[in-house]
């Protein structure tokens, strides 16, 4: 559904939610909804939005969801989200890396990468950029970070994203309900297929924190897809095919 | 101290691959090419000034807010018949959160461009300060320019010493008749404000060095070529301002009179690139200038709706 | 009237630039953000609220009257448990004041009253557009409004666009109220700053009417944020 459709349900801080309204029962709150815990036992707290946006109430699993779609720049760390954080510094024990820009920093430990031992540790440069996962999130602890599927064992695409010889990489910093929209659903917002089909041939990564890398084979291209994906932010559907066709023309002249 | 932007090495290879391919990342395609510019004066006050750069795209880059107020004080022992004048020019936290708000030290980038930009009008007499005296040794104005920085993507020093000039240019203070010492204050209402002493415009222009080779190979090699050892940039963005390697500051006035030359560290450059950034500099001061003028003559217009209608001059066609 | 543009600085999570008929401020809003030692909390987020003048170095004990009276309401207003030892920053930079002219103030004390709290009450409004756009967890909505009380007259002090006017109003007393919207409806008083002379019967007056304009207000915010959240998801459409 359009947004601006959606728009008529927007939720403002101190509405009253329509679950609340309807006394439905919600098993799994979301982003942008907060119970409030003046009462431990958890009876009779009251729910209320907290963030400008829109009502999404979806089922999965015979478990009700709620949650208020909006979008922001600043990232939170929550557990199993695709990131791409910044090594800021090392320790005898763990990376320190960032997520965002003056926000808290996070640790990477070097256990949590693939056939860790006390000799094997990744050697990662302050101002690298990692491709990892986050595994635990305490509110009292720095969020902690792992480079490997920690299941398996294996390394599961994660770990330093550097330029290959002969590539070209480029980071880019966007709105957080862009890159998730971008990573997970690309049947219904298939900016990055359509990109493909006009001939541009790119590798990304994309983390839920707003980053997104871009790596090609030539300079031009990867400016080319950085400026596609940062005019597409600002822009409608409808007009983004526009751009790539204009984006290209003006850097890669053929 | 405020944490500083963490620039990832990806994005510093990325720029400065650009750079080296005379691609900028914000869409411009030559080195040289600056934002433009757009002078805004709020219409109902004076000396009130907006500026903007404006990217490629149309959204703006760096935003300005110059604003001259005058109060009368005691003027310095040292110096009875001058009028006093000071600019105010603070980051803080609205600029990014890389500026501290509570600064300590007095060692900042904001500082130090803003006595640049002090000295650059003081020194070099472009604000008439003996104009300024009302009794002397007693009363005199003293003009204070605030510069606000409400949004920061480079391109600082040159847009503040435009925005200064522009404010003093604009502004007028109230008109004050002094008789038997007796100093009256006259409102708006009663007589027009009185412009201040501008006599000419100095702006200030600043050439980025980026190196094309390692330092430690440019010293090396600094006998044998003589030029084209580093990559000049003009209007920087933030990101490109992290990394260049030096700069060079130049003010011009438009009579083609060097106000002020700074060259503070970085790579070395050869003498004779002075005059050639000089006359290079050379045009953009005088478009620069002329846009201000344009502006101030806008406003003027504006404000003056029935002066026409009241002037006894007749119509002169220029031909 | 009030005009209100949201998102005016990319820099920064949250901003809002607000002009009403006779001042002009900008704030901008940032957090979560690494706390400096100073602002750690061991249960709860930090507030900084920093407002810069008009002119002048600042912020002088005018403004940081001001910063106390903000970050006390936000501090009710912004879920600050859910940000532990985290540090929100509130910014705000004064444009214009009808103050700002060399003696405008004309030797009347109350208009030294009055110019701090028309900058605090625009500095309100615009801080809680600011916060909707930073994405910061709020309990509810909150709209400031400022009235002046004359011999005869109520005076809603943000619509008064002449200058000369405002300068001469003969005040009795001036209101500022900051009221909790919740479902639309005006409900708990966050802020009742009150100077000059005034009775009972006045403030019940003022608290009514400051109802009125705040219901009114709201409603204004309301379509901007709505047109915010469009232009948000503007790529999606």
């Not at chain 1, 760390?77 to 820009?101: E, S, W």
């Not at chain 2, 750079?19 to 914000?26: P, T, V």
């Not at chain 3, 809680?128 to 909505?141: N, P, V």
């Not at chain 3, 608290?207 to 009125?212: G, S, V």
Request: net charge negative.
């Amino acid at each position: 559904m359009s947004v601006s459709e959606n728009t008529k349900n927007l939720i403002v801080p101190g509405d009253l939610l329509t679950c609340a309204k309807e006394n439905q029962t919600i098993d799994i709150l979301g982003q942008g909804i907060y119970l409030s815990f003046e009462n431990h036992l958890y009876n009779s707290n009251k729910i209320y939005p907290t963030n400008v946006g829109i009502e999404n109430y979806t089922t999965k699993n015979n478990k009700n969801i709620a949650n208020i779609d909006y979008n922001s720049k600043r990232y939170i760390p929550q557990q199993g989200d695709y990131v791409i954080a910044t090594v800021t510094n090392n320790y005898a024990t763990h990376f320190v890396c960032t997520l965002n820009n003056f926000s808290s920093t996070v640790n990477l430990p070097y256990a949590n990468f693939p056939q860790a031992t006390k000799k094997n540790r990744p050697k990662y440069e302050n101002g690298d950029l990692v491709y990892c996962r986050v595994k635990v999130v305490d509110s009292d602890l720095p969020a902690e970070l792992e480079c490997m599927d920690s299941e398996t064992g294996n390394k599961e695409g994660f770990g330093l994203l550097e330029a290959e010889k002969g590539k070209h990489t480029a980071i880019l910093n966007c709105s957080l309900a862009y890159c998730r929209e971008l990573l997970f659903n690309d049947k219904g917002f298939p900016l990055l297929s359509d990109m493909v089909k006009k001939n541009l041939s790119f590798e990304v990564a994309i983390g839920i924190n707003g980053s997104i890398w871009i790596s090609t084979g030539s300079l031009l291209e990867t400016l080319c897809v950085y400026k596609i994906l940062s005019k597409c932010e600002k822009a409608e559907r409808n007009l983004h095919a526009q751009i790539i066709e204009d984006t290209i023309k003006e850097y890669i002249k053929e | 101290m405020a944490k500083d932007l963490v620039i990832t090495n990806t994005e510093r290879q990325f720029i400065l691959d650009l750079l080296a391919n005379s691609q900028r990342l914000d869409g411009r395609k030559s080195l040289l090419q600056q934002r433009d510019l757009n002078i805004n004066i709020t219409p109902n006050r004076y000396g009130d000034i907006y500026l903007e750069l404006k990217r490629d795209d149309g959204s703006i880059a760096t935003r300005l807010h110059c604003k001259v107020t005058a109060e009368i004080v005691k003027p310095k022992d040292q110096r009875p018949f001058e009028g006093t004048f000071y600019i105010n020019c603070e980051f803080n936290g609205l600029a990014g959160l890389n500026f501290e708000n509570y600064k300590v030290g007095n060692n900042s980038d904001e500082f130090y461009y803003g006595r640049l930009i002090e000295s650059m009008i003081l020194r070099s007499n472009a604000l008439d300060l003996e104009q300024l005296c009302i009794v002397a040794g007693l009363k005199v104005w003293n003009i204070r320019v605030d510069v606000h920085v409400l949004e920061f993507d480079g391109g600082f020093l040159e847009l503040a010493s435009i925005g200064c000039m522009t404010a003093l240019l604009h502004y007028r203070r109230p008109d004050v008749t002094v008789r038997n010492e007796k100093v009256t204050i006259h409102s708006f209402d009663e007589k027009e404000g009185v412009k201040l002493g501008v006599l000419h415009i100095p702006i200030a222009l600043q050439f980025n060095l980026f190196p094309l080779k390692e330092a430690a190979e440019i010293i090396k090699t600094n006998t044998s070529s003589e030029n084209n050892n580093e990559l000049v940039v003009l209007d920087c963005t933030l990101k490109e301002d992290l990394l260049k390697d030096g700069e060079f500051i130049i003010a011009l006035n438009k009579n083609r009179e060097i106000v002020q030359l700074n060259k503070p560290g970085g790579i070395p450059i050869s003498a004779s690139k002075i005059v050639e950034f000089s006359h290079m500099a050379l045009p953009i001061i005088e478009e620069t200038t002329n846009k201000i003028l344009k502006a101030i003559d806008i406003d003027e217009k504006k404000r003056n709706k029935y002066a026409h209608l009241l002037s006894a001059e007749n119509d002169r066609y220029v031909e | 009237m009030t005009n209100l543009k949201y998102s005016v600085l990319p820099n920064l999570d949250g901003s809002c630039e607000l002009s009403t008929s006779n001042s002009k401020v900008i704030t901008a809003v940032s957090g979560p953000l690494e706390p400096k030692q100073r602002h750690r909390l061991p249960l709860q987020s930090a507030i900084e609220v920093v407002i810069k003048p008009s002119f002048g170095m600042g912020p002088t004990p005018r403004e940081v009257l001001m910063q106390d009276k903000l970050a006390t309401v936000l501090q009710a207003v912004i879920v600050t448990e859910l940000y532990p030892r985290k540090l929100v920053q509130v910014n705000a930079q004064i444009l214009e004041s009808p103050f700002d002219e060399f003696g405008s103030m004309m030797g009347n004390s109350f208009n030294e009253i009055l110019s701090p709290m028309i900058d605090l009450n625009s500095c309100f409004n615009s801080s809680f557009i600011s916060l909707c756009d930073s994405a910061i967890a709020l309990k509810s909505s909150f709209v400031s409004t400022l009235l002046g009380v004359t011999e005869d007259k109520l005076i809603n002090i943000a619509e008064v666009s002449d200058l000369d006017l405002l300068r001469s109003f003969n005040f009795k007393s001036l209101h500022h109220i900051v009221l909790e919207v919740e479902e639309n409806k005006p409900t708990n008083v966050l802020l009742l700053d009150s100077q000059g002379d005034f009775n009972d019967d006045d403030l019940v007056n003022v608290l009514d009417n400051a109802q009125k304009i705040t219901q009114k207000e709201f409603q204004n915010i309301r379509n901007i944020l709505k047109d915010k959240v469009s232009q948000d998801f503007i790529w999606k459409a």
